[in-house]
DNA sequence: TGGCATGAGGGGTTTACGTCA
DNA sequence: ACTGACGTAAACCCCTCATGC
């Protein structure tokens, strides 16, 4: 620990030697710091210093730019140095000069403790304390705020969640009531008619290419995945192979039952089949940098689409879908 | 007079360094 | 000469309190 006189010691020996020295790394800046203190512009506002300055300046202590040889010589002060110490504030341009040091560097080498100590007219072991005050309280205020920021991103997240759920029910309940559409029609046709059976919304587009997403009877950008039952292959290439090479070689045709568009939909997945649509079709991690509002708000223009171009949701959205 | 900002004390931990078997 | 255990000092962090505004 330092004692008085190891700081006094200390002290002398900066002052000699220490105006000289070049300061390690991101000291450089500093050294500007030093020089520009080394000829006083601070005022000291009334009695303001905590420090009994004659513990380390001895005799020759009225030169230090933060001491005013008239607050020295005030009566007022005669008593500061009987009573106990009181504690006192740092002046504005102390607290100025140690914050523009603190922006410089965080940590307090010894050397600049003890040099910033003489330029401020502070013991060493003040600077120490004010640093150890400043990391702390900088650090809290850092915590709040990286709280507040990753409160507003799940916040937002989700918003986006909830918002895709419903938009989610809301297919589900069109494909189930399609779904009983195609069954009525079915059973009220002969069954001389095998092939026909068509999505109705389907009706006039080409069979082996998908509609494009401006079609889609939703607003969003998720793909409608509709195609006939009697050519299940071409359409779940046209659905899957684009990105997907995956899909695209059949390895995985027994992932859509055509006779259960439910399956689309993930729900009747088994753990493999879901944990192998989670493997190959999730985008790369680092996909969405949710640090940056800037690419956030992107994502804001459309809730749906989740920061992806549209032909890549084809191929990564099924496995969010509940 | 209560609340906030801030200087400082104290305890525990970490790290660097020297000593010794 | 090398190495691991041990002691020590300094710095740091964290919690807390006291004081000034």
């Known amino acids: 620990m330092e004692s008085g006189g190891m700081v006094f010691d200390s002290f002398k ?28 512009s601070f005022h000291v506002p009334g009695s303001t210093s905590i420090v009994n300055f004659e513990d380390i300046r ?28 009181k504690k006192r504030r740092l002046s504005p341009d102390q607290v100025q000069f140690l914050e523009k040091s603190f922006e410089v560097e965080n940590k307090l080498e010894p050397e600049r403790k003890i040099q910033l100590a003489k330029e401020i007219g502070l013991q060493p072991r003040q600077v120490a304390i004010w640093y150890q005050n400043r990391r702390a309280r900088y650090k809290t205020k850092q915590l709040e705020k990286d709280y507040n920021s990753l409160k ?54 080409e069979p082996n290419k998908p509609l494009p997403s401006s ?17 299940a292959t071409s359409a779940k290439s046209d659905v899957f192979d684009s990105d997907s090479p995956h899909y695209a070689d059949g390895i995985h045709s027994s992932f859509i ?32 940098k949710l640090e940056d509002d800037e690419s956030y708000g992107d994502l804001q223009m ?21």
């Open 13 to 40: 020996l900066t002052s000699l030697s220490l105006k000289n020295e070049k300061l390690p790394s991101s000291s450089d800046v500093l050294d500007s710091l030093w020089i520009a203190g080394s000829s006083p």
């Open 58 to 85: 001895g005799e020759n202590s009225t030169d230090g730019p933060f001491f005013d040889k008239e607050e020295n010589g005030s009566e007022d002060c005669d008593g500061c140095f009987r009573q106990p110490e």
């Open 152 to 205: 507003e991103t799940y916040d937002k997240l989700k918003a986006d969640h909830d918002s895709l759920f419903k938009e989610n029910e809301e297919l589900r309940n069109e494909v189930h009531s399609l779904k009983e559409k195609l069954q009525e029609r079915e059973k009220g046709k002969p069954k001389s008619e095998p092939c026909d059976t068509t999505s109705p919304l389907e009706a006039g587009s």
């Open 215 to 231: 079609v889609s009877p939703n607003a969003s950008n998720i793909p409608m995945v509709i195609y006939k039952q009697d050519d």
């Open 257 to 288: 039952e055509p006779s259960d568009s439910s399956h689309i939909f993930g729900s009747d997945f088994s753990q493999d089949e879901e944990d192998n649509l989670s493997r190959n079709l999730m985008p790369p991690p680092s996909f969405v």
């Open 302 to 322: 459309n809730s749906c689409n989740l920061g992806f171009p549209v032909e890549d949701q084809t191929t990564w959205l099924w496995p969010l879908i509940e």
